[in-house]
């Protein structure tokens, strides 16, 4: 602006701003600066069109025209905005990590806690039985497994902590997740950090791999720590093959996803078996005496509706909900989201119906959210304009059917950009050499379906697509937060019909966020102001 006011005077019209100058109309271009931001005015669409630069602005619908909102600008992909990350001031050797541990952080480039991380591993370490509620990309893996490692294998703390040393005891924690990718994401993390030499000690018991191959592997090398789905752990701890009566930890990752119906009869059995010893259970072990010595619960989401709040009050010992910078007894929660005071009496009544708590919490705050309109057959098309207005390098489309992604890809093919297909259906191997891919840069558009949608950690990713709406805010906040991870930058687009227009509205409400209207003209992304 102080550029723009040497060269012009800024002449308000009709509730407008328009920058003249003595040469025509001034852009931030024309004046050197990469982004180029204009009002614009009446007959704007078919001026854009015929590449006119100064557009006039009706009242209702005022345009502003992003060209170059390109972040290829910037030459790295995707990068960390430090001032926005939610790095908490404090080293990880203050959060009472042994020294091990946070040589090896160091070693992986890990410095400084995020928020989240700096609440949640004193209080995991002081055994406290934990919900851990962050927004997507926050560092919710670290912030638990960091406490497991300094209790568990090789780096963990010399002095004895009050558990019994000496002899090896059964399989030491189980983390569950919903899907194969975010359980093979998670045993990546822990190889990583454990490192070549103790890699064997991290077991994945996934679906769609192998089961008598994991087996033999548990049975060789006695693992201290297995990641999972619920399906394949409840499997094998079924078949007596997965000695975990004695587990310190039991990691519920996406545990609202967890307590979906699908997945009941599962948790229930690793529930059930993890961290109870044969003696402890039955009626006795209600107590919640008897559940701390078992096993202490940690549970994780970006999302956490009341229902977790309940799952988690019946599965741990007085349990905690830590949130960035903030620890609160869970029972002071109430259905809403809100926090009451110890000592005052509550307003809401608890036993009432599920309340997501306060979605906003859960998306990164640098995220640019837009909608835009078209006909439904026009909107892979769109999402292909979409990707060249954005100038993005790395998406994540989601469409609500599987058939629906072939077709998708065919048509991104066909006009030359490289595109693939993520689902369930496919093999894993295939779909681990497809993100492969993706993170090294060959595929620039991933369709997929809400497989993706739950805590895969692709950093490079700077645009979400939404070909299809989410189902609530929970699902949206889920897709959305595949971008804009740890302080870098992500745009969520939500394409959608002229009918479907009041969902998008519903979910802006829902999330308290702005989602813009837009549309893309000539490799520009085009904001429309209501
Ligand atoms: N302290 C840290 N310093 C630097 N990078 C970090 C730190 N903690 C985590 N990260 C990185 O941040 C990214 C996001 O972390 P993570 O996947 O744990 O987020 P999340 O909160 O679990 O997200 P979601 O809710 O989507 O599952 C990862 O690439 C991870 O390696």
Redesign the pocket.
Known sequence: FRKVTRFTRIAPSQGNVRFLSSSGSLTLASLGLKSEVKTVSANEKNKLQQGISTIEVPKSREKKRVSGNKQGLVKEKNP?DIMTAP?AAKSFSELGIPPLLVER?EKE??????D??AAAVPTVLKNHDVVIQ??????????YLLPILSRVGPLKEELSDGYETGKKIDIEAVIVAPSRE?GM?IVR?VEKLLGPANKKLVQQLVGGANRSRQEDALKKNKPAIVVGTPGRIAEISAAGKLPTHGCRFLVL??IDQLLAFTFREDMKRILDHVGRRPGARGGESNSPLVKRAARQTIM???TVPFSVIRAARSWGCDPLLIQANKVVPLESVTPAGSVNIPGTPSTTDSSSNVQPMADVQSLPPNLQHYYTITRIQHKVDMLRRCVHAVDAKCVIAFMNHTKQLKDAVFKLEARGMNAAELHGDLSKLVRSTILKKFRNGEIRVLLTNELSA????L?ECDLVVNLGLPTDSVHYA?RA??TG??GRKGTVVTICEESEVFVVKKLQKQLSLTIQACEFSEGNLVIIED
């Open positions: 960390v790095f952080l480039g890990f410095t400084i806690p995020t989240v991380q962050s927004y997507t990309g926050s560092g919710k893996t670290l912030a975010l994401q993390e990752d996406e994780v989401s970006a739950r805590g895969l950690d950093p889920h937060g595949r991870r740890l």
